[in-house]
């Protein structure tokens, strides 16, 4: 039918995009999903694998029922619960994947490209169908892009819900996972990306008819927590006032939880992990985190000098953990929050070690001037509220990740940092916009240095 032979396609794996190497070109098959029964003959399995006939299985029977979501006061944890331990037949009132138990699912993901995304196609079995949604494709034949099916979409552009709604109809989970980063609370891509993006998104899911939905949200979201006390998911997720991250998580806490109540039919699940880091996200934190006077060689120098406060106290979690933690999610079919972090908390001294420097002992406020200082003379990127989000980010109790996912993440907070230096080091990235290597050369730090106050956004 197209004029070139069709490669046979497991039932498992409903491929509609291959490579003609003869020609070198990519075909792309119809979009829509096609699923062959059990039943189905010979014959109708291959009309299916051509093209001929279109079929879509749509869910039967689905019960509805509300996920809990939002937060308690600080004195009135008890009363909330989040049943999503998985049994038999069904979790929570909803039914396994039609497929089987999360076997050759069709997962839709936003911000694939970016440093969840990338682990998370790292981490799903290829026997699901996996489309993905980025503003900025990366390589499709690079790893771990290759298999998957892609779709060049600003999730924040009028019109875009529609767009959506094709990628996300016959998908039996969606995986929002697309951000955008900037210092600034007003800056137009931030707000376009997080906030007009997000409602795309929930409004494409809804008029899909998709039953499940993973969406990434953050630590960042919880108000000020106590020193030296992990907090659970019901700690109030108010943010944190002088961080634009923070805030702009803390209104996606308030959306999911209106979107919740709006419709009870969708199993919404939500995590909250702390700074994800791996060695191949190095180009996007360079990009944002180091000053141009500052060469990435001399990252883990033994006399680097690391300004840090007593009190500051860290988590961290490697990408590959977070992503999974989703993984186990959508194979599991849990409901709720999940925080996300590795067991160890780093504090200052471990934090400047991890560098390969020495903590130069010092106070807050003179740290936070210099900041502010330097940044609005554009000599570095990092935003003074990313200091206070430092500051002030509750530590986070992961116990029910760990009991209802059986999560156990591979890497310790202190591992995952020095896999992120290492990148750092080495100038290390990967085939996709927002986390392709940095340009770290002289004439590149020289022309940072003339750009003034930075923003910097990412669709990630």
Wanted: charged share 25%; aromatic share 6%; with cysteine.
């Amino acid at each position: 039918m197209l004029g070139v032979p069709v490669p046979p396609v497991p039932r498992a794996c409903p491929l509609r995009r291959f490579r003609d190497e003869a020609a070198c070109r990519v075909v792309e098959r119809p979009r829509h999903i096609h699923r062959v029964h059990a039943t189905a003959g010979p014959g109708l399995a291959e009309e299916l694998r051509e093209g001929l006939v279109e079929r879509a299985v749509s869910p039967a029977g689905l019960e509805k029922k509300p996920v809990i979501a939002g937060a308690t006061s600080r004195g009135d944890r008890s009363q909330k619960s989040y049943s999503a331990d998985p049994v038999p037949d069904s979790v929570n009132g909803f039914p396994r994947p039609r497929n089987g138990y999360a076997a050759g699912m069709r997962i839709a993901i936003t911000g694939a490209s970016g440093n969840i995304g990338t682990a998370l196609l790292r981490a799903l079995d290829r026997g699901h169908e996996v489309i993905t949604v980025a503003r900025r494709l990366p390589d499709r034949y690079a790893e771990p892009y290759s298999w998957a099916q892609w779709r060049a979409l600003d999730i924040g552009e009028p019109g875009a819900d529609q767009e959506l709604r094709e990628v996300f109809t016959g998908a039996d989970a969606v995986v929002h996972l697309a951000w955008a980063i900037s210092p600034e609370w007003s800056d137009p891509s931030m707000v376009r990306t997080n906030e007009d993006g997000t409602r795309n998104v929930l409004q494409a899911v809804t008029s899909a008819g998709v039953r499940r939905l993973v969406c990434a949200s953050s630590v960042a979201a919880y108000a000020p927590g106590p020193p030296e006390e992990k907090v659970t998911e019901d700690w109030p997720c108010s943010g944190i006032e002088s961080s634009a991250y923070s805030r702009s998580k803390a209104l996606l806490e308030t959306a999911l939880d209106v979107f919740s109540s709006r419709h009870p039919e969708v199993a919404l699940a939500r995590i909250r992990p702390c700074a994800v880091l791996q060695r191949l996200a190095a180009g996007e934190f360079t990009r944002w985190l180091l000053a141009p006077l500052l060469p990435p060689g001399l990252i883990g120098g033994r006399y680097l000098p690391v300004p840090l406060w007593e009190s500051l106290r860290a988590q961290a979690v490697h990408a590959d953990d977070v992503a999974e933690a989703i993984r186990l999610i959508l194979d599991r079919q849990a409901v709720g929050p999940f925080n996300l972090a590795a067991e160890d908390v780093l504090h200052a001294s471990e934090l400047a070690q991890a560098l390969g420097g020495t903590r130069v002992p010092t106070t807050k406020p003179v740290v936070r001037a210099v900041a502010q200082l330097s940044w609005l003379a554009g000599l570095q990127p990092l935003h003074p509220g990313w200091l206070e989000l430092a500051d002030q980010a509750a530590l986070v109790d992961t116990t029910r990740a760990r009991t209802v996912l059986g999560w156990q993440p591979r890497y310790r907070a202190a591992e995952a940092l020095r896999d992120l230096i290492e990148g750092l080091r080495r100038g290390d990235g990967e085939s996709s916009a927002p986390l392709a290597s940095a340009r770290t050369g002289l004439l590149h730090r020289a022309r940072a240095l003339t750009r003034g106050r930075p923003t910097h956004q990412s669709q990630a």
